[in-house]
Every structure is written in C-alpha cells, then in structure tokens.
C-alpha cells in the first residue's frame, strides 16, 4: 500500500481487509502482478507534461484514491457472486484489473463482465500475468493500424512490456518490424520477431530515410512532428505515450494529414484477453520477465522499475502453491543466463 505520492519508499506492507464480493463479482486469491510503468506514474505522480490535474482525478490530488497498486493479476478464483456464471472456484485466470488497480493484494476483485480470463495451460501464474498489462496495451494500440501481412511496422521501445508485446503481435500479424532500444536488447528483440533493431544510443532513427506502415511509441519521444517523414501515405502513428499537446493535436492531425494519429488503444475485453491466451498457449507469444520480486521486497520491485531499464515485466509474487515455481534468486539466475 502507500498513503502518499513519492518514491518507491513511499510504499509499504500492510494487512487490510479481504474485499467484499458482489452479486457480479470474482474475487481473485492473487499468486503474481506485475509492477509497471503505470505503477511508477500512479505512485510518484509523474505523468506525460500537461496531464498533472487529469491524472489527479484518476489517481488522487493530494493523497491516493486507490492505495493498492497493481493494474494486472495472476491467480485463483476464491469466491464469486451469486451471478456469477462464466468462472467457479478453482479456475486459474488473468485479469487486467485497469484504473481500479488492486493487483498488489493477495485477494483482488474484478467483475465477470470484465477483462478476465482462464489462464494459459502452459504458463505459470509468473509468466502468464506478463501477457496482460503489455499484451493488452499493444493489441489495443494494433488494432488502431489494421495490420496486414508485409507491412512495415517500427516499434519505438522495443524492450519494455508492451514493447516486447507490440514486437511479438505484429510479427505474428506478418509484419516487418523494426526495433528502437539500446543494444544490450537486441538479442531479446530478435529473438521476439524483430527483423531489425536500431539502437537509440548511437543513432537517431528519426533521422534515417526509410517510411513506415506503423510507428508505435512506447516512450514519448515521438510526437507527429517527429515521426511525420516516416510516415508512408496512409500509415499510422501510434501514441502509447503522449503528453496533452499531442493528445489534443491527435484527432486533427487524423483529419489533415492523411495518417491514423492516435493516442487510444481502446478499453481491453475478456475476449481481448482469451486471445493472447491462446497465443501463449500455440506458443505464439512468449513471456518476457526481467526479474521477480516476493512481496516483501515490493519496495526494491519498485525501485528496480524507477531506473527506467527493465526488460519486458517485473513480475511480483503474492503467494505460492500450484503454478508457482522458484525461488526470486532462481528466476533471476535463470534469467540472467537467458
């Protein structure tokens, strides 16, 4: 939980009440979430420039509205409402619990009607909770583009969450992708789909004179003004960030250029969600987790996010039992030598 805005120390342990279930609810004994950029800008306050009152009405002006972060989760059904008739006790499922956040508990509640899902067979509740925030972040934004087979598709920051997904999904859709990040990455987004990787530490690849299909921003460093001459005739920028100016500019840039500029992936469904499931399960889409955190180490998850370099997801365990496998150490070891 944390009580005030501020950095990773701001957040702490507690133990609180077990959420209430309504006659729609299902409420999720939680294994594993994940600690994402959308936590880091819910806690520290630190959103895109000109949205500071905006993000205050979602995530509190002077203290936390919600004081359990945690946008996605990984677990088991507990208990449902009386309605309730999609999910029983026992089902292992996903679930994006979005701008209600949660995930961080060891019970989260989300309801049937929203975007949650059984979870794959072929995953544990720590790699499948990295398809969720990510996965449905780029499906959404994707969607926007309309991919078709051969088209040409850049990803600016490639390595995080949902530049790992955006990677995979348009490779799966036929596209050519390139990858923006640092070299250090370019074997993880090879290895995800990536055709070609530009390092953003030595090069500018707003510079280089190839035209894309799609350019999707997962930074915030390429507004239209930017990513304009890259642009084929009809192609779309993709804003998975964007400060106000951009936001507000987006429709008219739509309406004037002849490109697809936008800033909205759209809000995630179950069957959003059952389809990168079954991605996973086809072994289409892979998991990429960079380190797991126990809960009591929730604090060092979130400084470890605050440094800006995580690879694909920071995972956060809640609780053991099935589907959960080794030990914080053992997964970093093991990832390190992947």
Known sequence: MYRRFGGPDTVGVEEIPRP???PDD???????????????????REVPRGLGLLAATGIGLLRPKRRVLGMDAAGVVEAIGRDVTRFAPGDEVVAMLGADFGGHAEYARIRSDGAIALKPRTMTFEDAVTLV??????RGFLRQ?????GATVLVNGASGAVGTAVVQLAEYAGGRVTAVCSGRNRDLVTSLGADRVIDHTTEDFTAERA??????????NAPYERARPLLRPGGALLLVIADLPAILRAPVRSRRSGHRVTVDGGKPTADDLASLVALAEAGAYRAVRDRTFDLADVVDAHRYVDTGHKRGNVVLRLTGGPGSTTSTTEHRSREAAS
């Open 20 to 22: 209430s279930v309504g």
């Open 133 to 138: 925030f990510g996965g449905l972040t780029a």
């Open 26 to 44: 299902v409420l999720i004994r939680v294994h594993a979430s994940t600690v994402s950029a959308a936590d880091h800008r819910a806690r520290s």
């Open 145 to 149: 583009a309309h991919l078709v087979p």
């Open 211 to 220: 035209g894309y299909d799609v350019i999707v921003d997962c930074v915030g």
